[in-house]
């Protein structure tokens, strides 16, 4: 009897319940399923990570403190701490917590009416809302008569103050002027090398190649740095008003690739001539090659401009410069072809 | 007890529990998709937290020293105090190291992130009035933490990141009329600039664009809340609706656990992977370079772009308006972001469609987006591994030139190939029913037929531009779903 009794209110319980949930949902509109897991079992095994993440924390000061720097134990460590809270957290997240799909709706701003197609349709309440603020703006200016006077004068005074405010950029850096042209090379100044040690001619074997600088100058500015290489002075096609300036087959160029700056620091010198392509200088950024035999005219690569080359001279032994480099130096700019 | 005293407290000083209590319920839609977006911004609470700790002992300075470190190859090469700072704190600093490579990954896998986060917006569509706004705050990020990268690793004046600098010196002075003047004023003077170069770089990077993301991160957050998450369309999924997990507890918990993943990856890989041993560079300096050096692969676009462009300028007379490095450097990252920025736009105005839109498509959804969004991903691409060509030279010996004419070929071809595969693949999806990733296409008509009622139910018809085959007595069922093709 009893227990019957407890079926039917079990049974009408049920419903009630059910009523009253479908009564909250219907009215807030929003739908819920809930499901507790309960897992003793999940929780048990968060605990388990955690404490695991918390030794293996514990195992990274140890590793700080005792160890002598070991990149790869001190990043395991606290790898496998950060691994363990993750997987702690997403088991907690799956098997411990509630469960639960909400549904909720989305605020009205974006729920264009349905049937509005493709006009804009605000409903009622936000076009409220927009009429207030629109009232609002237009009632800060309720009395005045003169807007278009002041809103000249606005726009001046932010004009004025914009460019205040902009100019002392200019303090950045002076102005181009010959800056980007500069250059430590006329006659008479002796190549180096990067101890300072003056260049001697016989030391350059055929196909050899080396990094110099101008005596003197500033090793960081763009223009110093030369690729010295020799090549067989009968190898030679410089053009005419070149010829007198590779002498026994030296030759120098600036060592700044013309296209984008990086040091040409590669030279290509065949050991079998019938084979292979020519000597050439290579960029090692993107591959733009010079001819060194013809005096620097780029054979491949994005640089349009050739590599400048320095006319030298053999005093004493030693390499001079017999006047400036031939073109302007590093990447391209506006004015590069009027100065070179 | 103390819960609700802790939020007595709070209420009764800000009156903000309501707005709490209104958070703890916000609903994020289940989709693994929708995490990429996290990871970036964990990725992003990862650097700016070994940041700070490197900034704790870099130098940025550009004074010279001779290296007289524990890395015993250096010892007494001349060097800048910012290189040998990066060293000793490399070698000397206890952790220092791992928390360098952990930076440094953390700076990839961020760039990462947004990428295929971007992509997933692009092919879902979610960039869609009302989220357009918050497409080009996304956008932005991804701009800025391009330069940020790039900006970071110039930093340590070692040898690669001065031959990045080079570069990046060469592209400012290429553009057009202001170049040269512009090059100047960035660097202080001539490339390789003063030393106050460094110290704005750094402010640069410490600062400025950390604050810049930061900003726009917070703004981005708020849009996306802002009209909730957008979902994939379902049974229950509607355009006035959000369905998924609550913030509290489970989503509070699986998103901890997220970032306690993607800290977990980066710390493993700053400890067991080696990223930009710059003890192995040497320092930079203006007359060095090395061969098959590259940069961190998100500027691989713009290395392959100089590297593809065929070898000229434009002069006029003797007036050299536009310089070389102009067109990889400058015109063609200018084109990528230009094409995603006005996307949006294009879209609109084609489909005439201005209606806001919560449910995402799928990518067969619109074949023409999807399309011609691949077809621009494959061109990046294609142009991305020419950037790498130096190194398929140096490593395997595969003919230089012979790369550059078949990328240069491959540019152009391979990304009308795509299209016009992606776009039939997506037509034939669309319209038969299957699904890729399934076997048979007999369960999966349903799922369009579920979305059609849900379409009745809430009332939604599309609007003109945006056909449907409602007629159509065979297509009728699953042609409900709005075809929203350009």
């Known amino acids: ?340 | 007890m103390t819960t609700r005293r802790l939020l007595r407290t709070v209420e009764s000083r800000t009156g903000g529990t309501g707005a709490l209590a209104k958070a703890l319920r916000y609903v994020f839609p289940d989709h693994w998709t929708f995490l990429f977006g996290e990871i970036a911004m964990y990725s992003f609470l990862i650097l700016v937290a070994t940041g700070t700790y490197l900034a704790l002992f870099f130098e940025p300075s550009t004074a010279h020293v001779v290296y007289h470190g524990a890395y015993a190859p250096l010892r007494g090469t001349e060097m800048t105090r910012a290189y040998a700072s990066a060293i000793n704190l490399s070698f000397e600093v206890q952790a220092g190291l791992l928390i360098r490579q952990v930076h440094h990954w953390a700076a990839d896998v961020f760039l990462a992130a947004i990428t295929v986060h971007l992509m997933r917006i692009f092919f879902t569509g979610a960039f869609r009035k009302p989220r357009d706004l918050n497409y080009y705050v996304g956008l932005t990020m991804l701009v800025l933490a391009v330069l940020e990268g790039y900006v970071g690793y110039s930093l340590l004046d070692d040898l690669l990141s001065g031959m990045g600098l080079a570069i990046g010196n060469a592209v400012a002075l290429s553009i057009p009329l202001v170049g040269g003047q512009l090059g100047v004023l960035i660097w202080g003077g001539r490339f390789p600039g003063t030393p106050d170069f460094l110290s704005r770089l750094f402010f640069v990077h410490v600062f400025v664009l950390p604050a810049l993301i930061a900003t726009l991160m917070a703004v981005h957050l708020a849009l996306v809340a802002r009209p909730h998450h957008t979902q994939f369309r379902g049974r229950r999924q509607k355009e006035s609706n959000v369905i998924g997990t609550p913030m509290w507890p489970a989503y509070a918990l699986r998103s901890s656990g997220l970032f306690a993943a993607t800290a977990a990856v980066l710390f493993a890989l700053g400890g067991l992977v080696q990223i930009n041993p710059i003890w192995q560079w040497g320092p930079y300096e203006p007359w060095l370079g090395t061969n098959g050096a590259q940069p961190d692969w998100y500027l691989g676009w713009l290395i392959g772009a100089l590297r593809l462009m065929p070898h000229f300028d434009v002069v006029i007379g003797d007036y050299t308006l536009i310089p070389n490095p102009f067109w990889g450097g400058v015109l063609f990252p200018g084109a990528v972001f230009g094409f995603l920025y006005l996307w949006p736009t294009i879209e609109r105005r084609r489909l005439g469609d201005r209606r806001p839109h919560n449910l995402l498509d799928r990518p067969r959804d619109n074949p023409t987006r999807t399309a011609i969004g691949a077809a621009v991903f494959t061109f990046v691409a294609t142009i991305f591994f020419a950037g790498a060509a130096d190194r398929a030279f140096v490593q395997f010996g595969v003919p230089y030139e012979f790369q550059l004419w078949l990328y240069r070929g491959l540019a152009i071809l391979l990304p009308i190939a795509v299209f016009l595969a992606t776009r039939a693949i997506c037509r034939h999806l669309r319209d038969s029913g299957a699904h890729p990733g399934r076997d048979s296409g007999a369960r999966l008509v349903e799922r369009p037929r579920e979305a059609g009622r849900d379409l009745s139910r809430s009332g939604s018809t599309p609007g003109p531009g945006v056909p449907t085959r409602r007629g159509d007595a065979r297509a009728g069922e699953r042609a409900a779903r709005p075809r929203a093709d350009l």
């Open chain 1, 1 to 340: 009897m009893r227990r019957r009794a407890a079926a039917v209110l079990a049974w009408v319980w049920r419903y009630v319940v059910a009523g009253a949930v479908l009564r909250v949902s219907r009215r807030r509109t929003i739908h819920r399923e809930r499901e507790l897991p309960a897992s003793t079992r999940a929780e048990t095994g968060t605990a388990a990570l955690l404490f695991a993440a918390a030794l293996a924390g514990l195992a990274f000061v140890a590793i700080y403190a005792f160890d002598d720097a070991n990149t790869q134990l001190l990043g395991l460590s606290i790898a496998v701490s950060l691994a363990l809270v993750a997987a702690a957290l997403i088991l907690a997240a799956a098997r411990v917590v509630p469960q639960e799909t909400l549904e909720e709706p989305r605020p009205d701003f974006s729920v264009d009416g349905p049937k509005s197609a493709d006009i804009e349709r605000f409903s009622a309440h936000q076009q409220e809302e927009v009429e207030a603020a629109a009232l609002t703006l237009r009632e800060g200016t309720d009395g005045v008569t003169r807007r278009g006077l002041l809103g000249a004068a606005g726009a001046a005074a932010g004009i004025g103050l914009g460019a205040a405010a902009l100019v002392p950029l200019a303090s950045l850096g002076p102005a181009v002027g010959g800056r980007l042209a500069a250059s430590p090379w006329k006659d008479g100044v002796a190549l180096v090398e990067e101890n300072g040690i003056a260049v001697k001619a016989e030391d350059l074997e055929v196909g050899s190649f080396l990094t110099a600088f101008a005596k003197g100058a500033d090793k960081e500015q763009l223009a110093t740095s030369l690729a010295v290489v020799r090549v067989a002075p009968d190898e030679l096609e410089l053009p005419a008003d070149r010829a007198d300036w590779a002498p026994e087959g030296i030759l120098a160029f600036s060592k700044i690739c013309t296209h984008a700056q990086c040091a040409v620091s590669l030279f290509r010198y065949p050991l079998f001539a019938e084979r292979s392509p020519g000597p050439a200088l290579v960029c090692p950024c993107h591959y733009s090659t010079f001819n060194v035999l013809d005096g620097g005219e780029r054979i491949f690569g994005p640089a349009v401009r050739p590599l400048p080359q320095l006319p030298l001279r053999i005093e004493d032994g030693v390499l001079v410069a017999a006047g400036p480099l031939s073109g302007a130096v590093g990447a391209s700019w506006g004015r590069v072809r009027e100065e070179g």
